[in-house]
């Protein structure tokens, strides 16, 4: 079976504090990507990192950094120094070479305290 | 250039009616997928045209339909709406051939059955 859990329905924060988003995956496929999706209020998701089953080094982006570990099926996404526009919805989502489907998570909606 | 654009944004419908929603994907994608997003569930695949074809398919019922058009603009139908169907449905469109990069979202047609 193939599953994205993201455990943590919701996280609060005071700006400036780190945060880690977290998402464990399930497939027993060898080759298949994983995905961080933004949802901001307006609706639309935004692509933020894609990574390839094959790529296990970590990404930095600015405040935005990325620890991909197959041993544990683990994707997670970590802000520093958030910010309160990065108060959204985020999806972490995983795309598998068997079906070509997506399958999303259920979310982690942040909140960002000024 | 110009994102995706859904139509209509909002709308209200009662038990029974049908419903057609609209999705213009971004010049030269040629692949437009449907998902359904709602509280606690997430972001459901519905399915995926690419070059007018259904590609792919969620588990949703026939009461669920798309087509893709030449222009690859795409519609979804779903006829004899139930109070379930309340949902914000998202239209993504990528470029497509093999369907393993990011995935660009419209805005949603937020759907309310009463």
């Known amino acids: 079976a193939q599953k994205v859990t993201q455990a943590q329905t919701e996280i609060s924060v005071v700006e400036k504090e780190d945060v880690t988003l977290d998402c464990v995956y399930e497939t027993r496929d060898t080759t298949y990507y994983l995905f961080w999706y933004k949802q901001p209020p307006s609706g639309e998701l935004v692509f933020l990192i894609r990574r390839n089953s094959f790529d296990e080094q970590n990404e930095i982006s600015g405040r935005y950094s990325w620890n991909f570990q197959k041993s544990t099926s683990s994707f997670n996404f970590t802000i520093t120094a958030s910010q309160v526009v990065d108060s959204a919805v985020y999806f972490c989502a995983l795309l598998t070479s068997g079906t070509y489907k997506y399958i999303f998570g259920t979310g982690t909606r942040l909140k960002v305290l000024a | 250039k110009a994102g995706v654009t859904q139509t209509p944004r909002y709308l209200i419908k009662t038990r029974g009616q049908q419903v057609t929603l609209s999705c213009s994907p971004i010049s030269g994608h040629r692949s437009v997928s449907w998902y359904q997003q709602t509280p606690g569930q997430g972001l459901q695949f519905l399915f995926e045209?690419?070059?007018?074809?259904?590609?792919n398919k969620g588990n949703f019922p026939g009461r669920f339909s798309g087509r893709q058009f030449s222009n690859s603009r795409s519609e979804m139908n779903v006829s004899t709406l139930e109070l379930g169907d309340s949902a914000l449905y998202l239209c993504a469109s990528s470029l497509g051939l093999l369907n393993t990069g990011e995935l660009f979202f419209g805005e949603g047609s937020r759907l309310t059955v009463l």
């Open positions: 045209y690419f070059s007018e074809t259904q590609r």
